[in-house]
């Protein structure tokens, strides 16, 4: 059973960055960061497939968001710049396989704690 550690979260002025680090036990097909409001649906930031590093985004991230990972050391990174006061939120890693839809909660078994970041 995978486990994950998120780090990287706080506090940024908009139109800043943030660098969100997530540390996986072992390896998955498919990593990936979400985020969650309070009273809101958890919903997909980006996927990485870590054998290609094909690269996944919901739309509002797209050009703003980079995820990228090393598989050498299990890690999973996800770049936030130009961000936004709306991005203020938890943000969690997940880990699973490549099947389905990135943006499926049930394509991910395993999901770290969140960590999070407010930007104002």
């Known amino acids: 059973h995978v486990q994950l550690v998120e780090s990287g979260g706080g506090s940024a002025l908009a139109g800043g960055s943030v660098r969100l680090s997530c540390a996986a036990t072992?390896?998955?097909?498919?990593m990936a960061w979400f985020r969650q409001a309070p009273g809101k649906e958890r919903e997909g930031v980006a996927s990485?497939?870590?054998?290609?590093?094909?690269?996944y985004y919901a739309d509002s991230m797209k050009g703003r968001f980079t995820i990228s990972r090393d598989n050498a050391k299990n890690m999973v990174y996800l770049q936030m710049d130009s961000l936004e006061p709306e991005d203020t939120t938890m943000y969690y890693c997940?880990?699973?396989?490549?099947?389905?839809?990135?943006?499926?909660?049930?394509?991910?078994?395993?999901w770290g704690q969140g960590t999070q970041v407010t930007v104002s």
């Open positions: 072992s390896r998955r097909t498919r």
């Open positions: 990485i497939l870590t054998s290609s590093g094909s690269t």
């Open positions: 997940a880990a699973g396989q490549a099947f389905g839809s990135w943006r499926s909660l049930g394509a991910y078994g395993a």
